[in-house]
């Protein structure tokens, strides 16, 4: 069967340019190496346009360098930064790492007591501490990655994570050849279970009677539960896993490549999530990304920095990215999917767009 690439990667009508490269450029890995700075919450020096918007995150349990959502959001706030001639550090652009939950506040605060103009706290997990310090610090400028928080000085950022995972669906169903596939969840929380149940629903719209073997990890940190949830499914026949796990879902990774390296025959798929994670895939001349569901978190942070930034911010308001805006989309599959499979794709897409088919946002029970 003729195989093609294909580009249902997101655009740029978030009004923030092109999505950054997978594997992040080289201010991303100088925040990553940055721990004695960032990480501990200490100001790092550096120099700023004057006048120019401030921004920085905290990351959730998952880390900077998951490789996934939050370094997606890393990527966003360094392309705002660079696009407005910042420089890493207070007056700029900056990260504080969270090692755990009871960091979030402290890290929020801290951001704001160095003057950062606005700041993102990325993920789910983080919704009440954003609402506690947006209660008490009336006068900032807060934003919310995937939750809600109902306050006049937070913004609050959605994607419809269901309807891109229902095209990873239809992939995985269509290319399975062993009519088993996986889903690796991080943590039952709403974000994840709109991962799940699109997935669900895009593989039983092609094939009703394909088996679905589901795994939540109940953690965005722990790689060795990936790898240990891979392992049981690979050696259950399963021969696609979509992961939606954040650091967790390395772990599914890291047995694919090593099944791979040991039988280069070996047919095991990975699906990736949140950026294009087709580097994370390969193992010597073999890859095994077969695509990425791609969701826009560094350009909804850039889109909601330069609205800020242009005396706009979306205080109150709740933004939802789905298909329709291009806020979440596959990756380019790199030839790995057949170009009947890419059609099917995307007829089910423009069915989704057109609002004829409205992907759920739980699992059926």
Same mark, same amino acid.
């Given at each position: 069967?003729?195989?093609?690439?294909?580009?249902?990667?997101?655009?740029?009508?978030?009004?923030?340019?092109?999505?950054?490269?997978?594997?992040?450029?080289?201010?991303?890995?100088? !925040?990553?190496?940055?721990?004695?700075?960032?990480?501990?919450?200490?100001?790092? @020096?550096?120099?700023?346009? =004057?006048?120019?918007?401030?921004?920085?995150?905290?990351?959730?349990?998952?880390?900077? *360098?998951?490789?996934?959502?939050? @370094?997606?959001?890393?990527?966003?706030?360094? $392309?705002?930064?660079?696009?407005? /001639?910042?420089?890493? #550090?207070?007056?700029?652009?900056?990260?504080?790492?969270?090692?755990?939950?009871?960091?979030?506040?402290?890290?929020?605060?801290?951001?704001?007591?160095?003057?950062?103009?606005?700041?993102?706290?990325?993920?789910?997990?983080?919704?009440?501490?954003?609402?506690?310090?947006? *209660?008490?610090?009336?006068?900032?400028?807060?934003?919310?990655?995937?939750?809600?928080? *109902?306050?006049?000085?937070?913004?609050?950022?959605?994607?419809?994570? $269901?309807? #891109?995972?229902?095209?990873?669906?239809? %992939? %995985?169903? =269509?290319?399975?050849?062993?009519?088993?596939?996986?889903?690796?969840?991080? $943590?039952?929380?709403?974000?994840?279970?709109?991962?799940?149940?699109?997935f669900e629903a895009g593989a039983k719209a092609v +094939?009703?009677?394909?088996?679905?073997?589901?795994?939540?990890?109940?953690?965005?940190?722990?790689?060795?539960?990936?790898?240990?949830?891979? +392992?049981?499914?690979?050696?259950?026949?399963?021969?696609?896993?979509?992961?939606?796990? !954040?650091?967790?879902?390395?772990?599914?990774?890291?047995?694919?490549? @090593?099944?791979? =390296?040991?039988?280069? +025959?070996?047919?095991?798929?990975?699906?990736?999530?949140?950026?294009? $994670?087709?580097?994370?895939?390969?193992? /010597?001349?073999? +890859?095994?990304?077969?695509?990425?569901?791609?969701?826009?978190?560094?350009?909804?942070?850039?889109?909601?920095?330069?609205?800020?930034?242009?005396?706009?911010?979306?205080?109150?308001?709740?933004?939802?990215?789905?298909?329709?805006?291009?806020?979440?989309?596959?990756?380019?599959?790199?030839?790995?999917?057949?170009?009947?499979?890419?059609?099917?794709?995307?007829?089910?897409?423009?069915?989704?767009?057109?609002? =004829?088919?409205?992907?759920?946002?739980?699992?059926?029970?």
């Amino acid at each position: 069967m003729k195989k093609r690439k294909f580009g249902l990667l997101i655009s740029s009508v978030l009004a923030t340019g092109a999505i950054l490269g997978a594997c992040g450029s080289d201010d991303g890995k100088s !925040g990553k190496e940055d721990e004695a700075k960032d990480k501990e919450g200490t100001a790092t @020096e550096g120099t700023a346009t =004057e006048g120019a918007l401030s921004i920085a995150m905290v990351t959730d349990v998952g880390g900077i *360098d998951d490789k996934s959502f939050n @370094e997606s959001a890393w990527e966003g706030i360094q $392309q705002f930064g660079n696009d407005n /001639g910042l420089s890493e #550090g207070d007056g700029g652009y900056a990260y504080l790492q969270s090692k755990s939950d009871a960091d979030y506040n402290t890290n929020l605060n801290s951001l704001l007591r160095r003057d950062f103009d606005l700041v993102f706290g990325v993920g789910f997990l983080m919704g009440d501490a954003v609402k506690e310090i947006a *209660d008490q610090r009336t006068d900032a400028k807060l934003a919310i990655i995937d939750s809600v928080v *109902d306050a006049p000085n937070v913004a609050s950022v959605l994607f419809k994570e $269901q309807e #891109g995972a229902f095209l990873a669906g239809v %992939a %995985a169903a =269509e290319m399975s050849e062993s009519g088993k596939i996986g889903f690796v969840g991080g $943590q039952s929380i709403p974000v994840i279970e709109r991962f799940h149940a699109g997935f669900e629903a895009g593989a039983k719209a092609v +094939n009703p009677d394909i088996e679905i073997e589901v795994y939540y990890a109940e953690a965005f940190d722990k790689a060795e539960l990936g790898k240990t949830a891979a +392992n049981s499914m690979y050696s259950s026949g399963v021969d696609i896993i979509f992961h939606a796990a !954040g650091g967790t879902g390395n772990g599914v990774f890291t047995e694919a490549k @090593e099944r791979k =390296e040991k039988d280069p +025959n070996a047919n095991v798929w990975v699906i990736g999530v949140d950026k294009d $994670q087709y580097p994370e895939g390969q193992v /010597g001349e073999h +890859n095994v990304t077969l695509t990425s569901m791609l969701k826009g978190v560094s350009n909804a942070v850039v889109d909601i920095s330069n609205r800020t930034k242009d005396g706009k911010f979306p205080g109150g308001e709740t933004i939802v990215y789905g298909l329709k805006e291009d806020g979440v989309g596959l990756a380019d599959s790199r030839g790995a999917i057949t170009e009947d499979v890419l059609k099917t794709v995307e007829e089910y897409k423009a069915k989704i767009i057109s609002g =004829e088919i409205v992907v759920p946002e739980e699992v059926k029970k």
